[in-house]
């Protein structure tokens, strides 16, 4: 966890930036509002404060991300989207979200906090105003893209954030944390829609629910929110006892050449290739954040509440695992023999799902335990990495952490990115379903014994039926009988020669006779298909997951938590002597 070697441009000349603007002068009027910059370190209550509006604006910019899964196969409907299409907004958006989070880069010059407060003003009043009122598909999809824009944005600066005020001590405490606003705001999403959408079916709801609390929350940290200078952000801060020796040297600071190459010593393979492995590890999170909804309702048949009320268990139990493993890495000092543990965890489950994802007769309490044991592993394996993570970036240069979280958040959107387009191509049956089961299945309910009949006779034999039907051929009309009888439709000729009369004397409208005979074929190879091409993709994860394991040997930090303490008290003797220097001169 510690690496004690002082720093390149922590010990160079220059000025200070203090005091309560960037200039060390006390501000007047309004200026608060922009200048967020702290001239010391503060104490701990203060500093929890901090901590715990970054968490909330963390976890209220995720509750407003994916508000519209939950009410996925509505907004759908609403606009005439195909899933194809749908899916296509969501791919454009993490792309734009994408080169959002490379910008987000600059957070190391410009500061964090303005970042996060103006994302929380932009994103509320886009969620509770914008996308409820757009008037069609392309106005939604233009306003989720700008959702996305200061989602990738905030990606990048709530956990540079977080690093600034938790030293390394007690990095996976913060870390746990701060994981938490993904979790949460997945966990807020469903709690809220299966709790309402009974009383209120309009989609809208959820999104004017959401605005609101994102507004609020925009209050809050505007008046709230603050962060450390660049002078004190860009040290390593190992332990809170650091606190007096990272003020006395911010006097000596200079935060541009600190930061002079920073692009440069993040693109390394220790940096870039545990950002892409944790990426890929995720590919199971981004699915159930987006698709969890119209998987279960495509292949199981489950109501909206239904699936949320699923989805719940695994939020909640993914949040716990993120907070308790983030405070057993701090007490053990390691965090890779967790990484590993908990990826092997979520392997387990991960197998088990992409087994029982085909049995149509799985039980819902099935799904929820396999839910839950991924979610403890997964919730392990990535707090302990976002820990390591922010250890490793440190390891090159302090100064440039917002440059490192840059990269892997563009690594992240683009790996979304390319996940949900392969989506389509992996489980094109979903889309057949959404895009024509809803009609089908309408179809179906309104003329149950015609459209079973239907779908047990040949088409070809039906037409010959329907070319005579007051002497309808012989052999088209045994046939029938027989494929009937077949299908468990009919226990006697007479009770099948009833089925087909009933084709003329209650005949299914023409227009949704058309449909059925341009999609049916096609909506029940679908329901079919559907359940296998699912866990294709449920494979495709599993095989990202293990593909983790061997980039935690590149990253920063010990694997004995013995070794790690022996570091911890190295550091401390350096920092009893630099101090002590300092002090005689």
């Not at 008037?135 to 944005?153: C, D, H, Q, R, W």
């Not at 459209?451 to 006779?457: E, H, K, Q």
Request: net charge positive.
């Amino acid at each position: 966890m510690v690496d004690t070697t002082p720093r390149a441009g922590q010990f160079d000349g220059g000025t200070t930036e203090g005091g309560f603007g960037s200039d060390g002068r006390s501000r007047g009027g309004l200026a608060w509002l922009t200048d967020r910059q702290l001239p010391h370190y503060p104490d701990d209550r203060t500093r929890s404060r901090y901590l715990a509006i970054t968490v909330l604006a963390t976890i209220v910019l995720y509750y407003e991300l994916y508000v519209g899964g939950s009410v996925a196969t509505k907004v759908i409907a609403e606009y005439g989207f195909t899933f194809t299409q749908f899916i296509l907004v969501l791919v454009i958006g993490n792309a734009v979200g994408a080169c959002a989070s490379l910008f987000a880069g600059l957070a190391d010059r410009w500061g964090r906090a303005n970042l996060v407060v103006g994302g929380l003003l932009l994103t509320g009043l886009l969620i509770g105003l914008g996308i409820p009122h757009a008037p069609n598909k392309i106005t939604y999809a233009v306003m989720f893209g700008l959702v996305s824009v200061v989602e990738g944005m905030v990606l990048v600066a709530t956990p540079a954030l977080i690093r600034d005020f938790s030293p390394q001590v007690g990095r996976g405490a913060a870390m746990g944390f701060w994981t938490l606003g993904p979790v949460l705001g997945s966990l807020v999403v469903t709690v809220v829609s299966s709790h309402t959408l009974t009383a209120h079916p309009n989609w809208r709801f959820q999104f004017y629910v959401c605005g609101i609390v994102g507004l609020v929350v925009f209050v809050v940290a505007l008046i709230g929110l603050k962060e450390l200078s660049p002078s004190l952000r860009d040290q390593l801060m190992v332990s809170l006892k650091d606190r007096a020796l990272i003020e006395a040297r911010a006097a000596g600071l200079d935060p541009e050449k600190a930061l002079q190459g920073s692009w440069r010593q993040m693109l390394r393979l220790d940096v870039v290739g545990p950002a892409f492995a944790i990426a890929v590890f995720l590919l199971l999170y981004y699915v159930l954040v987006a698709f969890l909804v119209v998987y279960f309702v495509t292949v199981f048949g489950y109501t909206e509440q239904k699936a949320n009320s699923l989805a719940n268990w695994y939020w909640i139990a993914n949040a716990i695992a993120l907070v308790t493993t983030g405070l057993l890495s701090d007490k053990l000092r390691v965090r890779k023999p967790l990484m590993i543990v908990g990826a092997v965890i979520a392997l387990i489950s991960t197998a088990l799902f992409a087994k029982v994802s085909t049995n149509l007769e799985t039980s819902y309490y099935t799904f929820a335990l396999v839910f839950v044991v991924g979610a403890l592993g997964g919730g392990m394996a990535y707090v302990a990495w976002m820990a390591g993570f922010t250890e490793t970036v440190e390891r090159h240069n302090p100064a440039a952490t917002a440059t490192g979280l840059a990269i892997w958040g563009w690594i992240i959107r683009v790996v979304v990115t390319v996940s949900y387009a392969a989506l389509i191509l992996v489980v094109p049956a979903t889309s057949t379903l959404v895009d024509h089961g809803p009609r089908a299945l309408d179809i179906a309910a309104k003329y149950p014994d015609q459209v079973a009949t239907l779908g047990a006779v040949d088409t070809p034999t039906l037409l010959a039926l329907q070319a005579s039907p007051s002497s309808p051929p012989p052999a088209a009309l045994n046939k029938a009988i027989a494929e009937l009888q077949g299908a468990g439709l009919a226990t006697s000729p007479t009770a099948a020669i009833n089925r087909l009369l009933q084709l003329q004397k209650s005949p299914i409208p023409a227009d949704d006779l058309q449909f059925l005979q341009k999609n049916g074929a096609q909506v029940k190879q679908a329901q079919k298909d559907n359940p296998k091409q699912w866990q294709h993709w449920w494979l495709i994860c599993l095989a990202a997951q293990a593909l983790f394991l061997p980039f935690v040997f590149l990253m920063a930090g010990r694997w004995s938590p013995r070794r790690a303490r022996e570091d911890e008290l190295e550091h401390e003797q350096l920092v009893e002597r630099e101090m002590q220097a300092l002090r005689a001169g």
